[in-house]
Structures are given as structure tokens and as C-alpha cells.
């Protein structure tokens, strides 16, 4: 029992580097497309809904509503590319090519190949979230130096989703169970989270369930930081984004275990 639950964890601090730079060297052969495709969903948002919509909407808790809405799309950026890293390419690794199970035969444990993942999962929703950043504040909706702080957080939505989202690739049995994650859990959270409108407009029951989500403690540490202001309970967001980012891994090495050691 004891080796079971120790080959489910990170055998040291430093194995998980070889994961993420086997995915790197991957990746680096489409990542144009990829880099593409990432910016594409979000950017759509950004200016159809931003410049569209904004002239309707005028003015959003003090801002223009493309400055408002710029802080939601570099969190759902964030959410939707790590999250996509891991349901389809880190499930594809697991389940169709069997990467894994090459790797379980060399010195990594499974807790070093699921920590590769996410902190490969993480850098690529860094470089979405940085790519509506950097368009963003060229186009004069974030504030800078500001926006520097919201680098970390970045990185820290990618480690949260891709944890959670590893769990969804532990129980799934096949591709065509990701769909029903992504239109029951990551649709409705872009809603309820006040990344396309602020929370206040909901209703008192919804604003309650926004609270416990992870992309809306994302967004109220991010849009402060690019509309120049000061985030508010930033311990608390933080510290959940923190919760999501840890037990997810924990529940989805012992599912994993369970899937590709029994």
C-alpha cells in the first residue's frame, strides 16, 4: 500500500521539469497554430463583445466595458487553455499514445508525470493570458506597470484548472465525455463569474455560487491589477485558487493510480 501511494506522488522536486520539457519540445513544432488558437476565442470576445457591445453598455464599474471585459477574457484564456492542455493533449499522452506508461518504466513516478502536466498546462495558459495582455495594454485597456502583478495569478488560474481538469481526464473513458465539462462546468462558470458582466447583476443565490468558483477569484485579481486598482481579500483569492490547484492533484493521482497501476 505504501509504494502504491508513494509511485502516485512526485518522487522529488525536480523530475516533473523532464515532463514538461518533453511536452515544450512537442509543442514547439505547431506552436504558431497553437499560439493561434489560443488568442482566437478570447480576442473574438474581447473586440466583438468589448467594442460592440460597448457602445451600448457605455461605462462598467467606472471603466469602459472593453477595460472591464479585458480582465475576464485574460482569465478565461488562462481557464479554457489549460484546461484544454489537459482533457485533450494530457489525456491523449495517458490514454491513445500511452506516453505515460513508457515513462512509469524509466525512474519517474506517476505524481512527477501529473505534475509535468499541469505545470506544462500552466505555461500555456500563461501565454495566452499574457498574449490579451500584452493587446490589452497596447491598446490602452490595462494600466501599466500594474499589470505586471498579474503574471503570477496567471500562472496560478492555469495550475488551478489543469487540476482540476486532470481529475475529468482520470475519469474519462473517452474523448467524447470532455464535451459534457466543458458545456456544464466551464460555460456556465464564464457567465457566473462576472467576466462578461459584473456578479452584482445576478441574482443574490448566483452571486452565493460565484464565490466558490474558481475563475471568479482569478478575475477579481486580475482586473484590479490591469485597471490599476487595488484588489480587495486578495488572501482569500489566493488561498482558493491555492486549495484548487492542490486537492484537485491529489484526488486525480489517486484516481490515475487506481485507472493505470491496478
Known amino acids: 500500500m505504501g509504494e ?16 514538461w520539457r518533453r511536452n515544450y519540445l ?7 497554430a497553437s499560439i493561434v488558437g489560443s488568442l482566437a476565442d478570447p480576442m473574438i470576445y474581447l473586440f466583438g463583445l468589448g467594442l460592440g457591445l460597448g457602445i451600448i453598455v457605455g ?3 467606472g471603466t469602459t466595458y472593453v477595460a472591464f471585459l479585458a480582465g475576464g477574457m485574460v482569465a478565461t484564456s488562462a481557464m479554457t487553455s489549460a484546461t484544454f492542455e489537459t482533457i485533450y493533449a494530457a489525456f491523449t499522452r495517458m490514454h491513445a499514445q500511452r506516453t505515460w506508461e513508457a515513462m512509469l518504466y524509466t525512474q519517474m513516478t506517476l505524481g512527477d508525470i501529473i505534475l509535468g502536466e499541469l505545470a506544462w498546462a500552466a505555461s500555456k495558459a500563461f501565454l495566452a ?4 495582455i500584452i493587446v490589452a495594454t497596447v491598446l490602452g485597456y490595462a494600466t501599466w506597470p500594474s499589470v505586471l502583478y498579474v503574471l503570477p495569478v496567471i500562472m496560478l488560474t492555469g495550475f488551478a484548472f489543469a487540476s482540476l481538469a486532470m481529475v475529468v481526464t482520470a475519469l474519462a473513458p473517452s474523448y467524447e465525455y470532455f464535451i459534457f465539462y466543458q458545456t456544464l462546468v466551464l460555460t456556465p462558470m464564464l457567465f457566473l463569474c462576472g467576466a462578461v458582466f459584473p456578479i452584482t447583476q445576478l441574482p443574490p443565490t448566483f452571486q452565493q455560487v460565484a464565490q466558490f468558483l474558481p475563475l471568479g477569484h482569478a478575475i477579481d485579481l486580475i482586473r484590479p491589477a490591469m485597471l490599476g486598482r487595488p484588489a480587495s481579500s486578495m488572501g482569500l ?5 491555492c486549495i484548487y490547484a ?5 484526488l486525480s493521482a489517486a484516481l490515475l493510480r487506481r485507472r493505470l497501476m491496478s
Request: positive net charge; hydrophobic residues 60%.
Open 246 to 250: 492542490i486537492l484537485p492533484f491529489f
Open 4 to 19: 502504491g501511494c508513494a509511485a502516485a506522488l512526485p518522487a522529488n522536486a525536480f523530475n516533473w521539469i523532464a515532463i
Open 129 to 132: 493570458g499574457t498574449g490579451i
Open 59 to 61: 461605462r462598467v464599474d
Open 26 to 32: 512537442a509543442w514547439k513544432k505547431v506552436a504558431l
Open 237 to 241: 483569492h489566493i488561498g482558493a485558487l
